[in-house]
């Protein structure tokens, strides 16, 4: 009769133990889900961050070379030419760098599903 309790006391035990086990298992998926999550948003953030930097790499490029063609012009209808040529250049640069950015962070949020109420 002991013999058969003690079987019975480590049987409850071990049962105990197990859900344990699978609590902390769930735990861990869950901790593990979230270490992701969290990765991917910084992932994305460092995207954005490096295509900022290379998009103003270009910028300042573009600054320099513009400095260099006005100096380069002769009269004030040169001058002006250039001027305007510049900014159209610039413009287009900036409307194609914002729409990039933008289509890439609103495509993602296009493919969510939406409920019906």
Wanted: glycine residues 4%; hydrophobic residues 35%; contains cysteine.
């Amino acid at each position: 009769m002991k013999a058969d309790m003690a079987t019975a006391k480590n049987l409850q035990q071990d049962d105990r133990v197990v859900s344990t086990q699978d609590l902390l298992g769930g735990a861990r998926i869950r901790f593990l889900g979230n270490v992701v999550k969290s990765n991917s948003s910084m992932v994305g953030s460092i995207d954005l961050a490096r295509e900022t930097c290379a998009f103003s790499q270009k910028r300042l490029q573009a600054y320099v070379d513009a400095w260099i063609e006005i100096s380069k012009c002769k009269d004030l209808r040169k001058l002006s030419e250039c001027q305007e040529e510049l900014a159209k250049k610039a413009i287009s640069q900036y409307m194609e760098e914002a729409s990039a950015i933008v289509k890439r962070y609103t495509s993602p949020l296009s493919n969510i599903p939406t409920t019906k109420p």
